[in-house]
């Protein structure tokens, strides 16, 4: 199939960016999407232009670096899918398709469709971790944890990073990024002790790094490319009331 | 030369707690003196990392991605190994030393075989402290599978994510420690050399990603946990990223490579569709644990409709061979067998380069839901690269690179022939021998950064003066000097090629020449193809765009011309290695049934190579092995 792409060029962080337009020629519908891309930038440095920039890496799903907004949607919008895992065969010969960075103000452009996400892990290191020691902790079997809690942390602990909920939102919000951590921890025992100090101290930082506030348009949960459920803003509320008391 | 691996001696059981009491310490009040750089945030450098900051040193970290958490280890999803033996089905730490050396196919230490045996509990339960959602049992007991290979249930999961929940462990740890201000990360940041001073590693000179800066970093001791080597296959299932570029740069300043040629296929992926596949995809090999392997018997049936094969016309062929261990046979014999099927005309799919793997029987058995449950991610990623329903029709599958075993040499001590490098999991050629088991990396890379390092770094510093060589020496400025030249060099010739082209070209001898099966002929065939794309490359390469700037095509290009010099020490040993072990398969040295030959007598030694430049012999050095708790024995699995 042939496509026609509106690309998003920015040289750099300061510099003004603009869409592009670029033929795809050829695309198999088997390819992903970064190997149709790849493939554009091939003819790019063939003919000294500068190829698009984008992150990728794993190519499985499963990393969070790539990112970009397809056709209005991060990750494309395909259910459970990132940009990596979007196939071809989802487009139809001679579709428009526009491709973006990431916009979020705390997400500053770095060039092309790469964005600068360090703002997410600040929000980490605010208090994203159990402050266990390396040695000197109980046998993995002392601490009980049922089937159900487990398996409610791990629906939490599926969040890859990558940004998407932030780049669907229209506050910007990193608010399922963040409650997705703090609903993991505080059900777990190990997480427990530090659940207050952990949602007050990651919420600031959240709100410190420019990210907008909730107000539940659920944008995220439809661009979150792991399926991580709004339930857990409403977990990370409820704990941060109870941080309150 | 004949190399020492300072393996401790006396009764195994007591090696590694022997040997931690007879290592030095640093004074907690001295430790903040020295500086540790780690390069590689995955499972063994992110946990190498954290303790060591937690420890008290300082310790700066750098990994090419934009966060830590994104480095190749996430994408493990099988499962880790431990000898906890809470299944009571008769695991024990000796069980587990036992068969990873036979798995190794007896290419590996034996002393830090033990040890990794032995810390595998430890990190368990450090990964449950840290919140790591393993799958649990209603009563709230972790849960265990049997897993590639193995006859007991000694692996943890967290669904067909462990990879990801370890690495997020690790990541937290190290987040904590950046909080702390012991550990500062370097993101987007490549190492493209190490500083040695006076024949000790001193420093790295790295690349800044974003802006193109090359900048020193002094350190007293340096780590590198950067990861293995299989993209020099191109087509591989590690990350785009993914390079040999830190270890042979540090190769390239003397730290020799050991067994470059162990490199492990994966039996599990999804077959390549076509020209333009930038990576493969792997499913865990759990699948084998319901899913049964097969090929119609007759080649006129392969085009057919899998269900119009009657069963009679399929053959089971890892039932029909090994009996006993079945379609859970490891890795390499797995790969082999696919392999063999295929290159008999019966594979399937296109190119006929696959085989079935087929759920049927297990859906059967145990109803749809219960293997939804247990592997339904892996269904939803085989649906959504090849658009089949792999409940509906068997899935195709056939054997892509996946790990290398083989990387830079170090001693028990995790320490290269070069005095303050140390290198950590895939990176280093350690325990794996010459085939690595499912669920052994993770469990690798954890025992490494959090139970190994802490102790022999230390070691290592309580021996030196902290901060006695810093970046104002002039190695660092000539380090500088040497890395700028070759980006200059690069970006001057402008010929018509593009890395991308180029790396397939390479790939793609690798994988004919130099993959499942290797001979004397592919192999020469190899060594005479690779100086050929080297200068290709060095001549007629096109990289646009500018030094200082954000520039991918530079990165790759960096990388690529590291593989092209890489490939040839890989083809080098797979040569000089008479025998076939593990995941080294020459077709010269098989049974009559077409099983691997070991030569114990001439080959129980490990490889270490010694670059000489580009074109020049590379120097073989050689650690002898030594098996005195296991008996050297065939290893099979019919």
Redesign the interface.
Known sequence: MNLTLHVWRQKGPKAKGKLETYQATNVSEDESFLEMLDEVNEELIKAGKDPIAFDHDCREGICGMCSQVINGKPHGGQERTTVCQLHMRSFADGDEIFIEPWRAKAFPVQKDLIADRSTLETIMQAGGFTSCHTGGVPDGNALLVPKPVADYAMDAAECIGCGACVAGCPNSSAMLYTSAKVAQLAVLPQGKGEAKARVKSMTDALLDEGFGNCTNHYECQDACPKGINVKFIAKLNREYIKSLV | MILDGKAPTGPIENSWDKHRFDMKLVNPSNKRKYKILVVGTGLAGG?GA??LG?LGYNVDAFCY???A??A?S??AQGGINAA?A?PNDGDSIRRLFYDTIKGGDFRAREADVWRLSQVSN?I???????????????????DNRSFGGAQVSRTFF??G?TG??LL?GA???L??Q??AGTVK?H?RTEMLDLVVVDGVAKGITVRNL?TGEIESHWGDAVVLASGGYVNVFYLS?N???CSVTATWRAAKKGAFFANPCYTQIHPTCIPQ??D????L??MSESLRNDGRCWVPKKAEDCEKHPKDVPEEDRDYYLERKYPSFGNLAPRDIASRAAKEQCDDERGVGPGKRGVYLDFKTAIDRVGVDTIKERYGNLF??YE??T?EDGYERPMRIYPAPHYAMGGLWVDYHLMSNIPGLFVAGEANFSVHGANRLGASALMQGLADG??VL?YTVSNYLAGITPGAVKDDHPEFKRSVEEVQAQISKLLKING?R?V??LHRELGKVMWEDVGMARSDASLNHALKRIPEIRDEFWNNV????EAN??N??LENAGRLADFLEFAEILTKDALHREESCGGHFRVEHQTDDGEAMRDDENFTYVAAWEFKGAGNEPELHKEPLRFENIKLAVRSYK
Not at chain 2, 276 to 279: D, E, G, M, R, Y
Request: net charge positive; charged share 25%.
């Open positions: 946990a954290a303790t937690e991605q934009d966060s958490r994104r190749h996430i994408a906890k809470y430890n368990i339960d450090q990964c449950v402290a840290q919140g790591v959602p393993f799958a649990r049992d209603y009563a709230g007991y972790l967290a669904r994510q990801q929940q997020l990541y937290a740890a987040a904590r950046q909080k990360l993101p974003i299932t990350a785009m990223g569709h076509g333009k596949q930038s990576k995809t792997l939803e990623m959504k690269i658009d959090y139970f802490p018509k593009t991308g082209e096109k990289i646009t765009g700037e954000l991918q095509q």
